[in-house]
């Protein structure tokens, strides 16, 4: 299970999700032990087959020395340390995926005269180290001065390296998929009331900008492909000529608003999985 500290205002929502997913398992026939963040890092999990929501580092690079020794590893651990914000930047934009214009930044350096040159103003600020922990980590600002305050205020919080993302206007969507599947949702946030910091008002009410959604499923698989993730979710804007660009992509996020509909599709990736993996080994 993920630990608390990296489910900000969804601790429940991720625990849902996680427990549907080991009943479809079990109704699948296969014997799930289920175990904390803490009891795997502790080494208390000795089984090959390993389903995981982990985020903490430590997790991660065990996750990674696991699946390296030939374990079945879902979400492998280094497609979880690819969601890192700063990571995740750079593999999307040197694949070609529709993302804004960023800056990869120390906090403790002068960034007004990048951010002018660039010609952004309202940009999104992100710490780059990690997954999200803090409504602050990632923070919305409307000039070069808002972006150093805030730059500084990572930095004495110890944060050494941030994401600096243009602000893109359009609708908000929010999506979640299963790769290997049929299975894709997509939904707007700020007409649902989903949020977790609130941020969603920020882009306004939604207009029902029409786009392709088929490009959209596309765009998304290509992301969970090349960031080596199966089980994900993320945001996308649709700019006023329906233009899709992706703004975050996480590994496993709580599928909240479809959780029933999607808990047999990841459980029919992960037996798809073992079988395959069965196969090779």
């Known amino acids: 299970m993920r630990a608390g500290a990296f489910s900000p205002n969804h601790i429940g929502n991720d625990a849902a999700i996680f427990n549907n997913v080991a009943e479809q398992l079990r109704k699948r026939g296969c014997e799930v032990n289920i175990y904390s963040e803490e009891q795997f890092c502790s080494g208390a999990v000795e089984e090959h087959i390993i389903l995981n929501m982990c985020r903490e580092q430590r997790s991660i690079t065990l996750l990674q020395e696991r699946e390296d020794a030939g374990d079945l590893v879902i979400n492998s651990g280094y497609g979880i340390e690819n ?22 930044v120390n906090t403790d350096e002068g960034v007004r005269e990048a951010l002018t040159a660039a010609k952004m103003t309202r940009c999104w600020i992100k710490r780059g180290d990690s997954h999200t922990m803090h409504k602050e980590d990632v923070s919305y600002v409307r000039h070069g001065e808002e972006a150093q305050e805030v730059l500084q205020e990572y930095f004495l919080r110890g944060i050494k390296r941030a994401v600096i993302n243009r602000h893109l206007d359009g609708d908000l969507v929010k999506f979640y998929g299963v790769a290997g599947t049929q299975f894709f949702y997509w ?8 949020s977790k910091y609130g941020a969603e008002a920020i882009n306004g009410h939604t207009h029902n900008i029409t786009f392709d959604v088929e490009r959209l499923k596309a765009i998304c698989a290509k992301a969970a492909d ?8 993320g945001d996308c804007i649709i700019s006023a000529d329906g233009d899709i ?7 496993w996020p709580s599928f909240a608003p479809c959780r029933t509909e999607a808990a047999p599709y990841i459980a029919k990736l992960v037996t798809n999985e073992i079988k395959q993996h069965l196969k090779n080994s």
């Open 83 to 104: 969601c890192t914000r700063e990571r995740m930047t750079r593999i999307l934009l040197g694949s070609n995926i529709p993302y804004p214009d960023s800056l990869m």
């Open 187 to 194: 939904f707007y946030p700020f007409k649902s009331g989903h």
């Open 245 to 251: 660009s992706i703004i975050d992509f996480n590994d």
């Open 226 to 233: 090349v960031l080596d993730v199966k089980i994900y979710g």
